[in-house]
């Protein structure tokens, strides 16, 4: 296999989608709490929608990540860093896919049937009337959205670093260009 100093056009792009598209439903959980119920429930169905795109996008992007190896990180990376990255990677994808699954999960114990940006109905899991598997989801929801919102801080504090304190330009393995 080649060794590279950049990740794959595949990563990157799937990357930088996911992180928008993570960022975008933390918003809309967030930033729609107060809004009356109707409008509110809008803004949650796009939320639902979005949040299985993601799935499906980190369920790709993991499969990918499994075919090809990132770039090495630089040999002058001290080995907490290297250890601190790859927990931080590993959370991520864990996150990727719980967070969106235990959401798509809890709907379907209800059961709330959703629309998939208004095209058709999304599929729900068997486990309808379960009280509940929907309470412990729905905890573990709010628990991994708050989790996922601080991983994202330190992640950006970690590049921010990276760019501005020891100025190694580490953001260009990840820069679509
Ligand atoms: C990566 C994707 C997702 C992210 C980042 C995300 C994030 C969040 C966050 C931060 C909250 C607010 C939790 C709180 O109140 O502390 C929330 C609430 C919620 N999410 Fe998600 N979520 C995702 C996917 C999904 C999916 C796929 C579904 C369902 C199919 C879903 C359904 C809900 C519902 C029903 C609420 C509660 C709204 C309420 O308070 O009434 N989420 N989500």
């Not at 990677?89 to 719980?98: N, R």
């Amino acid at each position: 296999m080649v060794e590279r100093s950049r990740y794959s056009q595949v990563a990157i792009w799937l990357h930088w989608i996911i992180a928008i598209a993570v960022i975008t439903n933390i918003g809309l959980a967030g930033l729609t709490e107060d809004l009356p119920r109707e409008v509110r429930g809008v803004y949650m169905g796009y939320h639902k929608a979005l949040g299985v795109t993601i799935l499906v996008l980190s369920v790709a992007r993991l499969l990918w990540r499994l075919g090809h190896k990132p770039p090495p990180l630089p040999n002058t990376t001290p080995v907490w860093q290297a250890a601190f990255a790859k927990t931080i990677h590993f959370l991520f994808y864990v996150l990727l896919i719980g967070l969106p699954l235990s959401g798509w999960i809890w709907m379907s114990s209800a059961p709330a049937p959703f629309s998939y940006f208004g095209l058709f109905e999304v599929p729900l899991f068997p486990v309808a009337g379960q009280k509940a598997l929907g309470d412990a989801l729905h905890s573990g929801h709010e628990l991994a959205g708050t989790a996922m919102f601080f991983l994202i801080i330190l992640h950006l504090l970690a590049a921010a670093k990276h760019q501005f304190i020891d100025k190694d330009n580490l953001i260009r393995r990840m820069w679509p260009a």
